[in-house]
């Protein structure tokens, strides 16, 4: 064959290979470790780093290693934390508001109650 018919042919060859792969589904590769997502109701360490307003999945890594983090549980190499340890913990660290001028020391002074405007 001449070299412009073996270009032909390569190109057709490419061009029916491609258009066959796009029609199969091939799934992903398996690896040997386990990539499954978490659990409902389970985080990772940044995830529960974002669930807790903490600027960096580091921050929750720092608190931990100073015993100061919400309770986790291993999965494997990596920490996991369910959604209600997160949620106690974090009530753990509210700071109750200063009592307002006026107010009996230890109170706390009452919100005026704002009506929804009327449509």
């Not at 029916?16 to 589904?25: D, K, M, N, P, S």
């Not at 499954?36 to 974002?50: D, H, L």
Request: charged content about 25%; hydrophobic content about 35%.
């Amino acid at each position: 064959m001449s070299k412009a018919m073996d270009a032909l042919v390569s190109e057709i060859v490419d061009r029916v290979a491609r258009e066959v792969l796009a029609q199969i589904e091939i799934p992903p590769p398996q690896c040997a470790c386990d990539h499954r997502p978490p659990p409902v109701g389970v985080y990772t360490t940044k995830q529960a780093a974002a669930y807790c307003g903490l600027s960096s999945a580091q921050s929750l890594y720092n608190l931990i290693s100073e015993g100061e983090g919400p309770t986790y549980f291993k999965q494997g190499r990596r920490n996991a934390f369910y959604e209600a340890d997160l949620d106690e913990w974090n009530r753990s660290r509210l700071v109750p508001a200063p009592a307002s001028p006026g107010s009996v020391r230890g109170e706390s002074a009452e919100l005026p109650i704002r009506s929804s405007p009327s449509r």
